[in-house]
């Protein structure tokens, strides 16, 4: 998993107040925070150095805080940022959708691949077979993962399976349709109408890009 920090910018100074010295330099200088988890933040100061800040316990390594015991520049910067919602509050992380880089916020202990709105699938939605270009159809997204779920009828788990062996085997299954069914001279071909499992990175979400 990737996680992403905050541009290193600086932001915009309310003119409609008087910020105090702290508050105006957390604002002026250009910081980049990223969310580690666990309730730790590390911010890159404009002078290029980084500092752990804990965030429950209002502490950061730099020597504004260690020596003068202050609620430092840094601490107000990640406070900032995450009302703002361009940092994770405490519990979660910034990751990068698998399939393009968007940043998002999941909980910390949520494993992933995460996906971003754009290609988050769910039932009904149509998806591409990486493998095949073949278009299907989602019936049923799953928490269990390729290497756990056996694949009926056959001797292997979804993981094992042929085509699927070069994707990672820790990746939830998705259960899928071909959109058409197949009518022959009896009716629908009751085979046509058959759920197919994947391993879910082997779907890519049929978005109007693409
Ligand atoms: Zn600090
Ligand atoms: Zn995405």
Do not use: W
């Amino acid at each position: 998993m990737i996680t992403t920090a905050s541009p290193k910018t600086s932001l915009p100074v309310p003119t409609d107040r008087r910020l105090e010295e702290r508050s105006l330099r957390a604002r002026t200088e250009a910081m980049s925070v990223l969310a580690l988890g666990d309730g730790l933040y590390e911010v890159e100061s404009e002078s290029g150095n980084t500092y752990l800040i804990d965030l429950e316990a209002g502490r950061c390594t730099c020597p504004d805080h260690v020596f003068r015991n202050v609620r430092c520049k840094h601490i107000r910067r990640v406070a900032i940022e995450i009302t703002a919602g361009r940092v994770p509050p405490l519990g979660q992380i910034a990751v990068e959708c698998a399939d393009c880089e968007e940043s998002i916020f999941v909980d910390e202990d949520e494993e992933g691949p995460f996906y971003c709105e754009r290609h988050r699938i769910y039932p009904g939605v149509t998806v591409r077979d990486r493998e095949t270009n073949d278009r299907l159809t989602v019936v049923d997204v799953s928490d269990l993962r390729a290497d756990y779920v056996r694949i009926p009828d056959a001797s292997s788990t979804v993981a094992e399976y042929g085509t699927n062996e070069e994707y990672d085997p820790d990746t939830p299954v998705v259960g899928a349709v071909y959109p058409h069914a197949t009518v022959g001279r009896n009716g629908v071909v009751p085979d046509s109408l058959k759920v197919y499992v994947f391993p879910r990175t082997r779907l890519e979400r049929v978005t109007d890009a693409n």
